[in-house]
């Protein structure tokens, strides 16, 4: 059982990182001053790429956080 919930683990920690570096800057930088930034009625983030990013993150860090726990409890 200990076995498994460290693989479980680590497929989760590595998960975790990709998704995170993956993800776009929230920033706006220097476009929020000459008005190029995107609207929200613009964009549709229903299929995105940072939509799904952010799912597969919050997905992943609650696995993270689980197996964590369960490790530590065995």
Do not use: P
């Amino acid at each position: 059982m200990t076995t498994f919930i460290t693989v479980i683990f680590m497929i989760s920690s590595i998960a975790l990182i990709v998704s995170v570096v993956l993800q776009d800057e929230k920033s706006q930088g220097l476009g929020a001053i000459s008005g190029e930034r995107d609207s929200f009625f613009n964009k549709s983030r229903a299929g995105s790429k940072e939509a799904i990013l952010e799912k597969v993150t919050t997905i992943s860090a609650a696995v993270f956080m689980i197996s964590a726990l369960a490790l530590a409890a065995f």
